[in-house]
């Protein structure tokens, strides 16, 4: 039993980083932040010439920063505000305002000038939203702009003719911390966005499980309501045929047609029993004692080949509680043992029990274990582990991406349950695999009978 080979869905398709990343910003996003900077870079030009009466040339600076102008009013009529950039097009666009700024820092005292740090700012962008490419090139080009702004640009003068200018060591502090930025500040920004995508994608997955467990398990309520409500004719026809066969001889076609319907009617009843073993879902059964539920979600996996020893006991002595049949709670105890069993060599076990306090599933299987490489990361999404080249080599095993535990954690944690993940004594005992704990508090998930048993009311109509 392995953290990264539990997915119980159909691989998951690989999308390249770009198209992941850096489809979907808008245009209209981009203009916005680029009219925000204009507004920045005329306001900071206005106060150093009144207030402080620096000498600029005026005349270039208006010429950069009406190249930004240019550019977004080309964007506004162009192209629809509704347009979502492609990969190529946002790095070009964030491409544009990295040299835009380096132009006005040059004619502004390169690193001299305080805001020379903002150069860094369009990198910790590029690595929140594009590719690993894009963001290294972007890296390289800050650093040589960074480099070349520290022996060329247009000087800091007062109104006096004098020249603003820092010393020679702190140019290269300047440099140094731009350069600290630049790594320090992609990397981080890389990472930080990396686990929110990943996040964000294997919710999405967890929620489709669940949205088809539960149409599964509205699937299985039509059919128990169906297996209900034909039972009654299927008994009335039985019985009626069961009748007519002693009026007539039994060699006679009446009587064996009489008896072709009574056996199709057994086979009816046969039918809707195999068909409602396969979901149980009316008002009646969305509460059942907590051991019927963990048979429920162990039921597709008890026939693979392995042995699994399903073991029950009560901690003080209470007797078994009942709990909501929540697909959500299904679902994620079946991913736990569909891991145990896929794992294990030979048997798997599965122990039920509670007290009045806690209702704790322990999965346990004799297989290798967790890796203990990646024990302390199991239930992070899109998980791999790392392997040398001698297991690359061999690369006998099914290796997944930690899709489908993060899914049973995320869908057991919803329902109020602590997940702990943990590998047996050693491979001398019996059950020396990976184990699982799931621990609820009773309250969480119990069926509160202190008041009895309660009216449930008529089953509503599936609808959806």
Request: aromatic share 8%.
């Amino acid at each position: 039993m392995t953290a990264n080979a539990s997915d119980t869905s159909q691989p998951a398709v690989t999308t390249p980083e770009a198209q992941r990343r850096g489809n979907y910003i808008r245009l209209r996003t981009i203009i916005w932040l680029r009219w925000t900077a204009v507004f920045g870079q005329l306001t900071a030009l206005f106060v150093a010439q009144r207030y402080y009466q620096m000498q600029f040339e005026t005349g270039l600076f208006y010429l950069v920063i009406g190249a930004s102008v240019l550019a977004n009013l080309v964007a506004m009529f162009v192209f629809p505000k509704n347009r979502r950039l492609s990969e190529r097009e946002n790095f070009f666009m964030v491409l544009f305002d990295l040299l835009q700024l380096g132009a006005l820092l040059f004619l502004a005292g390169g690193l001299n000038n305080p805001f020379s740090i903002l150069i860094v700012g369009p990198v910790a962008v590029s690595a929140a939203v594009l590719s690993s490419r894009s963001t290294i090139t972007l890296g390289l080009i800050t650093l040589i702009m960074a480099s070349v702004l520290t022996q060329f640009y247009f000087p800091l003068r007062t109104e006096q003719g004098f020249i603003m200018r820092i010393p020679e060591t702190f140019i290269f502090g300047t440099w140094v911390a731009v350069v600290i930025a630049v790594v320090f500040l992609g990397v981080y920004v890389r990472r930080i966005a990396s686990d929110a995508n990943a996040m964000s994608e294997a919710f999405q997955a967890a929620q489709l499980a669940l949205s088809r467990e539960q149409k599964l398990t509205d699937l299985g309520g039509v059919v128990a309501a169906a297996a209900h409500e034909l039972g009654t004719p299927l008994a009335t026809i039985k019985l009626t045929s069961s009748e007519l066969m002693s009026d007539f001889p039994q060699d006679s076609e009446v009587h064996e047609d009489i008896r072709l319907i009574h056996d199709q009617a057994d086979r009816c009843r046969d039918i809707l029993r195999s068909m409602g073993r396969a979901g149980k879902d009316d008002l009646y059964l969305r509460q059942a004692p907590v051991c019927a539920v963990v048979e429920d979600a162990a039921n597709p996996h008890v026939s693979r080949g392995k042995t699994v020893h399903l073991e029950e006991a009560s901690i003080d002595g209470t007797a078994q509680p009942e709990i909501y049949r929540k697909p959500e709670i299904i679902h994620g105890i079946r991913n736990l043992i569909q891991n145990a069993v896929d794992f294990a060599r030979s048997e798997v076990w599965i122990e039920t029990s509670w007290s009045s306090e806690t209702i704790t599933i322990r999965i346990q299987d004799d297989g290798r274990g967790f890796p203990p490489s990646i024990l302390g990361r199991i239930g992070d999404p899109f998980m791999r582990r790392r392997r040398n080249a001698k297991e690359r080599a061999r690369n006998t095993a099914y290796e997944g991406m930690g899709l489908g535990l993060f899914i049973a954690k995320t869908l057991l944690e919803r329902s109020g349950a602590e997940l702990s993940f943990a590998n047996g004594p050693g491979p001398d005992a019996a059950r020396s695999g990976a184990l699982v704990v799931v621990k609820w508090p009773a309250k969480a998930v119990q069926v509160d009978q202190s008041q009895g048993r309660v009216q449930l009311g008529e089953n509503s109509p599936i609808t959806g």
